[in-house]
C-alpha cells in the first residue's frame, strides 16, 4: 500500500505570473509512522515532448523525522516561495514546459513514492502553427 | 506480492517491479568487486615483478593500466551510485546548481549564467550584444549553415581527392610497368567521378559564398520583449539581380533526443511572421542594398529558452533569390526576454 499525498496550493486558480507568491501545503497520509525516512517538497519546471527531459528545481526542502515535531512526518508542512521569472510555462509543438510543486516521500527499503501539482506560470499563448510544417531532422 | 530478489523487472508507466534497494546494493557491488579486483591484481603484479628483480617492460606497463583502469571505472561506479542512494533527481539539481554557483577565482562555474540567474533557462544575452551596429544599437551574429557546409564540402574535396590522386597513380604504375591491375583501374574510375563532382560541388559552394556577398542586419535594442517594436536595418552586399528578399522573424523549437545509440536533433518551426518583402531589384558592383523596417514581438510570445536537451529560439532569417545562384538563406538569432511588467502594445524601443 502507497502512502497518499496531498498536496494543496493556497490560489484560486493553479495561473500564478513571474514574482507571484506561491503558497503550498502537504501531507502525507495513510502510512505508519516507522515507514517513513524523509520526505522532499520542491517546486520545480521540467521539459515535457519530443526531447530527452530537463528540470530546474526553484524551490526544495527536505524534511527527516528527526526535524519534525514529535518525529512525526505525517502532519502537514507549509511553505511559500517567490515564483521566478522564467522560464514560463509553454506548450509547443515538441517542447514544453511544465511547473509543478513535487513531494517525494522516501520509505524504508529504498522504496520511494511522488506526487506533482501542476500549475500555470505565465500567460503564454500554446504554439500555434504559423509556417513550414516541415519537421527537420538530423544526426 | 514483489518478489525480493528478480532476475527481470518490467516497467509498469512510473513505476518499475523489483526492489530499489536490490538494485542499487547490487549495483555497487558490482562496482565494489571491480574496484577490489583492480587492486588485488595491481598490488600482486607489482609485489611479484618487485620480488623478480626484473626491468620495466612492455608487459609490466599493460598489466598495470588494465588494472588501474579497473580501479577507476569500479572506485568511480562506486561513488557515483553512493552519492545516488537517498537522492532524488530534485535533490542532485539543487546540489548541482549550488555547485556551479560556486565562485572560484572570481570565476563563476557556469550554471544559470549572469542574466540567466534573473531570468533562469534564457540564454546568456553577451553573445548577441557583442557586435556594435553601424545604423542601429546591434548587428546581429549570424548562424547560417552556408559556412559549415563550405567547410565540410572543403575537407570532403581534400581528402576524397588525395585518395583518389593515391589511387590513379597506384593504377597508372601498374599500366606503365606492363602489368595492368584491370580491377584497381575499374574501381578508381567511380573514385575519380566522386572526386570531381567534390570538386564541383566545392566550387559552387565557394562561389556562393564570395559571390552573393555578405548580409548584415541590425537591431535597435536587445534583448527584445514581447508587445514592444523594433526598428531593423538589413544590408546585403554582392553584384546581383535580385527576383526578391525577404525578412522573417521565426520561432524554433529544438528537441534532442537519444534514439537507439544515436543522438537526434529536432527542429520544428512554430511561429513565422513577414517583416520585409522587396522584389526586382539590382546591387551594383561595390554596392549595397539596404534596407529598414520594424518588427513587433507578439505579446503572447514564447521567451528564448535554453536546456540541455530543449530550445526556444528566435531568429531573422534573411531569404534571397538571386538571377543565376541558388536560393539562400542566412539565419540571425535574436534573444527574447519573459515579460516581466506590463508593456503599452505596440511601445517603441529605439536605438
Redesign the interface.
Known sequence: MEPLISIRLHHPKPIFQ??NILRCEYQVDAVELQQL??I?A?V??R?E??????????F?E?RTPHEAPGNDLRQAFFFETSL?????S?E????R?CWCA?V?V?LR????V?FDKTFRL????A??????P?????? | MARFIRLLGKKRGERRTG???VG?VGEASFYGGLFLTGSLALAALLTSHAASNDGMSWGLGLGVAVFASLIVTGGGGLIFRVAQ??S????R??LA?RAANIELIGIELLGDNAAGI?????PDETFFKNSPGTRLLYRLPSTGAAIWKLSAATIFCLIWNGLSCVLVVLAFNTHRGGAPDWFLTVFVVPFVGVGVWAIYYFIRQLSMHAGIGATAVEISDLPLVPGRRYEVFVAQWGKLQMDSLDL?L??D??????QGT????????????RVFHQENFSILPNGVFEAECEIEIPA????S?Q??????HWKLVVRGSARGWPEYERSFPVLI????EPVEQGSWNRS
Open positions: 513571474p514574482g525516512t524523509a522532499e520542491s520545480l519546471w521539459t515532448g519530443k526531447g530527452d527531459e530537463d528540470m530546474g528545481v526553484h526544495f527536505r521566478p521569472p522564467s522560464p514560463l509553454y509547443g509543438m515538441i517542447v514546459i513535487r517525494r522516501f527499503r529504498g522504496r520511494e511522488f505565465g500567460a503564454v499563448r504554439a500555434k502553427f504559423a509556417a513550414s516541415a519537421s527537420v531532422l538530423s544526426s | 526492489s530499489p534497494m542499487s542512494v537517498a532524488s533527481q530534485e535533490r539539481n539543487v546548481s534573473r531570468y533562469p533557462a534564457v522573417d521565426v520561432c523549437e529544438e528537441a534532442l533526443f537519444q544515436n543522438l537526434r536533433l529536432e527542429t520544428k518551426r512554430v511561429r513565422s511572421q503572447d510570445a514564447m521567451h529558452f536546456s540541455a536537451h530543449n530550445a526556444i526576454h519573459p515579460l516581466t
